[in-house]
């Protein structure tokens, strides 16, 4: 062989080795076989501290100890969950960076805020659920109605006289009561609060207000507020006494409950693996104790599962929104 042809051949196998080299770490992302080797990060759309980030901090404590790495959590709070989701819709899709939110990022944020910069149902997949908890309607101990029948008969004899708080407008505590009026075919005034209304309804300055389990059963168990209705379709074992809404309003249940994402692209073998070990934290003996402990339920669904609730509670916020009109911006 001559040398000048060696010398051809030797570049050509110089130049596949190089190719192959520059394909070998993207072949190895696609298959995830090499996934996690460096820190994760959960962006969490809540502050340090309240429910969506001690749900977060005990997934990610369980992935951490499954997958060997370090899992970082990143709070974003503001606009209701929407700067921690646009910052993991513009993320690397390489499932290093994820989401955890509350539902209603996906079920509420996209009727209710007419410019948003990202595409919550295209930017993001499902990677799965955490968590779910009903939402209690408690009530001032100083109110006279002791149960939701006697709350709506009151209603509607003094249209407008009671008052329910919200945690703002178009929040899962707006949206569900303007179900409950419209299905009975009740005024009350809603009140928004950009903070919690709690202290004003202790005080008797407001009526009532729908809080998550979570938060609501300590005051309730402590007497400091009424409990009035549940919103699952079940009694919550908790407080076998207090009827569900839908007890009154046939058809009335909603539950909040939260999650993880992802961006849309990343890969499908790093979804499955991401799906996994969060899947068996839900059913991991010491990760639901903790979140029962709150009064809460893990959820474990999978991905299409979780894709169909968005769905389903997506249909009746929207219908609700529209109806009422109700905007953020």
């Given amino acids: 062989m001559s040398s000048t042809r060696r010398r051809v051949i030797a570049s050509a196998l110089g130049l596949a080795a190089s190719g192959l080299a520059g394909l070998a770490p993207q072949a190895v992302a696609q298959t995830g076989a090499d996934f996690p080797n460096r820190p994760l990060k959960i962006v969490v759309g809540f502050a340090a501290g309240t429910p969506p980030d001690v749900f977060a901090r005990i997934y990610g404590e369980y992935a951490s100890r499954k997958l060997g790495v370090p899992v970082i959590v990143d709070n974003k709070p503001g606009s209701a969950g929407n700067l921690a989701t646009d910052a993991v819709a513009k993320s690397p899709a390489d499932g290093y960076t994820v989401l955890y939110n509350v539902s209603t990022a996906f079920t509420i944020n996209p009727f209710i805020y007419g410019k948003l910069p990202f595409d919550a149902e295209k930017d993001l997949v499902p990677v799965a659920p ?23 008969a009151q209603a509607k004899a003094r249209p407008d006289q009671l008052s329910h708080a919200s945690y703002g407008a178009g929040s899962p505590s707006h949206l569900i009561m303007e179900w409950l009026k419209d299905e009975t075919k009740v005024q009350m005034l809603h009140v928004p609060y950009r903070a919690t209304p709690i202290n004003e309804l202790i005080g008797g300055q407001i009526d009532m207000v729908l809080e998550p389990m979570a938060t609501a059963y300590p005051l309730i168990s402590s007497g400091k507020v009424k409990a009035l209705a549940y919103s699952d379709t079940q009694r919550h074992p908790a407080m076998p006494q207090v009827p569900t809404f839908a007890e009154t309003a046939p058809g009335l249940s ?35 104790r903790r979140i029962k402990e709150l009064n809460c339920e893990p959820l474990s669904l999978d991905r299409a599962e979780m894709a169909q609730w968005v769905k389903r509670d997506a249909g009746i916020y929207s219908r609700i929104v529209k109806a009422k009109n109700i905007r953020v911006d």
């Avoid at 908890?133 to 006697?150: C, D």
């Avoid at 961006?263 to 639901?288: E, F, I, R, W």
């Fill in 130 to 152: 955490t968590m779910r908890q009903g939402l209690v309607l408690i009530a001032s101990p100083k109110m006279e109605a002791g149960t939701l029948k006697e709350v709506l």
């Fill in 254 to 288: 909603m539950m909040s409950w939260h999650g993880i994402w992802a961006p849309a692209a990343t890969p499908a073998p790093v979804m499955d693996k991401l799906y996994g070990v969060l899947h068996a934290a839900s059913l991991d003996a010491d990760v639901q």
